[in-house]
């Protein structure tokens, strides 16, 4: 087994994303010109959706590690868990400067494909670090190979500007240094499984996200309600 796994797996993860953006309707569309506002809003909220329990996955996934005998991975998680916390204001923001009413809810919109996304993230957080671990590098390693030219694409097809979508602005700032943070402990949990299973892992954990990105960007297609509710914790 390779002391650095992540290299073929960063590279796979690339393949997938090239694979989505080029065949993805959101963004032939955006290329366009045919996606409103309020489709790119709908999209922004659901990636608050997701951010919003970030935390709570978190502190399960430091007791998991550290039940694990993962003691240095434990602290490095905590770490994490401080700086996660307030990010879905940001997607709220982003939506009322779009001029769609965005409001905080109780209920937690689990018929959607976020919601179902979030319950898959939990249950790893719970039962399976090393796919929790890969879902956490997928989901930061997408958002900085991704996020600038979809920032860049949202600007020329749709007029929305980097400072109207900051909930994917401030995560390709943030992610860049957390995925490079990422990449030894992956390597560490990988290096620990047999048989190739921490790779299997986390090019399933990988496509799992790259699924849940494809749903909810159809989800913002289809999206024709001006008012959006953002539940909370």
Same mark, same amino acid.
């Given at each position: 087994?390779?002391?650095?796994?992540?290299?073929?797996?960063?590279?796979?993860?690339?393949?997938?994303?090239?694979?989505?953006?080029?065949?993805?309707?959101?963004?032939?569309?955006?290329?366009?010109?045919?996606? &409103?506002?309020?489709?790119?809003?709908?999209?922004?909220?659901?990636?608050?959706?997701?951010?919003?329990?970030?935390?709570?996955?978190?502190?399960?996934?430091?007791?998991? &590690?550290?039940?694990?005998?993962?003691?240095?991975?434990?602290?490095?998680?905590?770490?994490?868990?401080?700086?996660?916390?307030?990010?879905?204001?940001?997607?709220?923001?982003?939506?009322?400067?779009?001029?769609?009413?965005?409001?905080? &809810?109780?209920?937690?919109?689990?018929?959607?494909?976020?919601?179902?996304?979030?319950?898959?993230?939990?249950?790893?957080?719970?039962?399976?670090?090393?796919?929790?671990?890969?879902?956490?590098?997928?989901?930061?390693?997408?958002?900085?190979?991704?996020?600038?030219?979809?920032?860049?694409?949202?600007?020329?097809?749709?007029?929305?500007?980097?400072?109207?979508?900051?909930?994917?602005?401030?995560?390709?700032?943030?992610?860049?240094?957390?995925?490079?943070?990422?990449?030894?402990?992956?390597?560490?949990?990988?290096?620990?499984?047999?048989?190739? /299973?921490?790779?299997?892992?986390?090019?399933?954990?990988?496509? /799992?996200?790259?699924?849940?990105?494809?749903?909810?960007? &159809?989800?913002?297609?289809?999206?024709?309600?001006?008012?959006?509710?953002?539940?909370?914790?």
């Amino acid at each position: 087994m390779t002391c650095n796994p992540t290299i073929q797996i960063t590279e796979q993860m690339q393949e997938r994303c090239e694979l989505l953006w080029s065949t993805h309707p959101f963004f032939m569309k955006l290329t366009h010109k045919q996606v &409103s506002r309020q489709q790119v809003g709908a999209y922004l909220l659901g990636i608050g959706e997701l951010v919003k329990k970030t935390p709570a996955h978190l502190k399960i996934a430091i007791e998991t &590690s550290y039940q694990a005998g993962f003691l240095d991975l434990s602290k490095h998680l905590e770490g994490k868990f401080a700086e996660e916390f307030g990010h879905e204001i940001w997607a709220l923001n982003d939506a009322r400067s779009l001029n769609i009413e965005a409001t905080l &809810s109780e209920n937690d919109p689990e018929s959607k494909s976020i919601g179902r996304f979030v319950h898959w993230i939990l249950e790893q957080a719970k039962t399976d670090l090393m796919t929790y671990c890969g879902y956490l590098y997928a989901v930061e390693a997408i958002t900085v190979y991704l996020g600038p030219r979809l920032l860049s694409l949202l600007e020329d097809g749709a007029g929305v500007k980097r400072d109207q979508a900051t909930i994917i602005a401030k995560h390709v700032e943030l992610d860049i240094e957390h995925t490079a943070e990422m990449i030894p402990w992956l390597n560490l949990l990988i290096n620990s499984e047999s048989n190739g /299973r921490g790779q299997k892992k986390t090019l399933s954990a990988i496509d /799992r996200t790259l699924t849940a990105l494809s749903e909810l960007l &159809s989800e913002a297609l289809q999206s024709l309600e001006a008012h959006f509710e953002l539940s909370t914790l």
